[in-house]
């Protein structure tokens, strides 16, 4: 199961994000949403959720992750249906915590293990320094 390509999507008025299609099938009729790094949002099937969840608690036990950074992902999770036109809905302290407004065009782009969701101005830089990166730029 991988992640991958990027797409342009809509959020409603009601703070629903319909997934695309082709990642739908991936995340079954659950999946967890929690802040991302960089500031977006990511979108986790269950399984992998559970699977950074441990690893996370065991970096913690070994004192190479703080409890903090540990807290910060729990609190953030949410646990979320998917529904039949394959729509999740986007709690607002996610959207602020990623910079996405009501109503807001966004980007959701795979990333091999999870999704991501977006602002597309700061999408736009990520996947430029991520081009850069790949390019051998040293800027």
Not at 58 to 86: F, I, M, Y
Not at 101 to 121: F, H, K, T
Request: proline share 3%; glycine share 8%; hydrophobic share 40%.
């Amino acid at each position: 199961m991988l992640f991958v390509g990027a797409f342009e999507r809509q959020i409603d008025d009601k703070g629903r994000l319909a997934l695309p299609a082709s990642f739908r099938g991936h995340l079954g009729d659950h999946c967890y949403l929690v802040k991302g790094l960089d500031k977006c949002i990511d979108v986790l099937p269950v399984d992998t959720f559970e699977r950074v969840a441990l690893d996370l608690r065991e970096s913690v036990v070994h004192g190479d992750t703080s409890r903090n950074r540990q807290r910060a992902l729990a609190w953030s999770a949410k646990l979320v249906n998917v529904d039949r036109q394959g729509r999740v809905l986007l709690e607002d302290k996610l959207r602020a915590y990623a910079e996405i407004g009501p109503d807001q065009q966004v980007m959701v782009a795979g990333n091999i293990d999870r999704l991501e969701i977006w602002a597309p101005d700061r999408f736009a830089r990520v996947e430029s320094s991520g081009t850069d990166d790949m390019a051998g730029d040293d800027e």
